[in-house]
């Protein structure tokens, strides 16, 4: 099992906007097992989505999908408008 986190440096005043867009689009998308998350201390403006797959290949078709999934892509349009840096880690469950 891994735990994959999209993390995001949001634009001032665009933390709100972005967290409520991935919520939105990752249940759109039907992401199993996500969440939202939002700082408490660390970088302001901090949003994470994360959630968990089986396996690396689970995390592939995932993003194969994602590419090719209009709904989702048209819910997504203009986010990078939102962010100012990002980066994703995955993690393995030990």
Same mark, same amino acid.
């Not at 939002?38 to 797959?53: H, I, K, P, S, W």
């Not at 592939?60 to 840096?85: H, P, S, V």
């Given at each position: ?17 972005? +967290? $409520? &867009?991935?919520?939105?689009?990752? $249940? &759109? ?10 700082? &408490?201390? @660390? ?9 968990? +797959? ?23 349009? @203009?986010?990078?408008? &939102? ?12």
């Amino acid at each position: 099992m891994i735990v994959v986190r999209n993390c995001f440096v949001a634009k001032p005043g665009s933390a709100g906007k972005l +967290a $409520a &867009l991935l919520k939105e689009a990752a $249940a &759109l998308a039907e992401i199993p097992k996500h969440r939202v998350l939002t700082d &408490l201390t @660390g970088d302001f403006n901090r949003v994470v989505l994360e959630y968990e +797959a089986a396996n690396v290949g689970e995390f592939e078709a995932r993003m194969k999908e994602y590419q090719t999934n209009e709904k989702f892509r048209e819910k997504m349009k @203009g986010y990078t408008d &939102l962010w100012i840096t990002g980066n994703r880690e995955i993690l393995q469950i030990a």
